[in-house]
Antibody, heavy 120, light 110 residues
Framework: EVQLVQSGTEVKKPGESLKISCKGS????????IAWVRQMPGKGLEWMGI????????IYSPSFQGQVTISADKSISTAYLHWSSLKASDTAIYYC?????????????WGQGTLVTVSS | QSALAQPPSASGSPGQSVTISCTGT?????????VSWYQHHPGKAPELMIY???ERPSGVPDRFSGSKSGNTASLTVSGLQAEDEADYYC??????????FGGGTKLTVL
């Protein structure tokens, strides 16, 4: 069974750094893209970017380029989303998702979401 | 690249049909078959309901169907049931491994 398990709720202050994780199991982690999706409070889903764990090739939405870093460690089947300096506007639920096949879209598998709250 | 355009709300009575639209451009919705629809209940992870315009993953009821004409894709929910009340999002491949989501539509079952 394919599963994506994300790290837990985070409460941080503006300016702090943060890395959240998404661990895949039940499939060959290296060979499927992993995407990150943001949902700000009361708002819709936003595609942030995607990574191919086998070679760590990452592609970012123009809206998120330079704002976050997506990485992966295929040896432990885990993808990451990293902020070097959080802002209050980064408060959101963040989901990781895996496509149902070899494509980069059509996400058939989702993590449970990680709530990130940034507040002074 | 802008978000795909969806109506903010839609509604129907139990048993009725409702259609939600998703409008993009020739660079995304109109240019590829890779249009998907997701159902999202608050507090839960989104669920893929339709992929590749009109394909249903196993386990998704055939009450859910998808179509596309030009730059606009549509999701139709037939025989509305109370549990269909949720937020629905379309997404489309937009080239260069970029994906766009729609703004979301809140479906209310009256």
């Amino acid at each position: 069974e394919v599963q994506l398990v994300q790290s837990g709720t985070e409460v941080k202050k503006p300016g702090e750094s943060l890395k959240i994780s998404c661990k895949g199991s039940g499939y060959s982690f290296s060979n499927y893209w992993i995407a990150w999706v943001r949902q700000m409070p009361g708002k819709g889903l936003e595609w942030m970017g995607i990574i191919y764990p086998d070679d760590s090739h990452a592609i970012y939405s123009p809206s998120f380029q330079g704002q976050v870093t997506i990485s992966a460690d295929k040896s432990i089947s885990t993808a990451y989303l990293h902020w070097s300096s959080l802002k209050a506007s980064d408060t959101a639920i963040y989901y990781c998702a895996r496509p149902r096949g070899s494509s980069t879209s059509s996400y058939g598998y989702w993590g449970q979401g990680t709530l990130v709250t940034v507040s002074s | 690249q802008s978000a795909l355009a969806q109506p903010p709300s839609a509604s129907g009575s139990p048993g009725q049909s409702v259609t939600i639209s998703c409008t993009g451009t020739s660079s995304d919705v109109g240019g590829y078959i890779y249009v998907s629809w997701y159902q999202h209940h608050p507090g839960k992870a989104p669920e893929l309901m339709i992929y590749d315009v009109n394909e249903r993953p196993s386990g998704v009821p055939d009450r859910f169907s998808g179509s596309k004409s030009g730059n606009t894709a549509s999701l139709t929910v037939s025989g509305l049931q109370a549990e269909d009340e949720a937020d629905y999002y379309c997404s489309s491949y937009a080239g260069s491994n970029i994906v766009l989501f729609g703004g979301g539509t809140k479906l209310t079952v009256l």
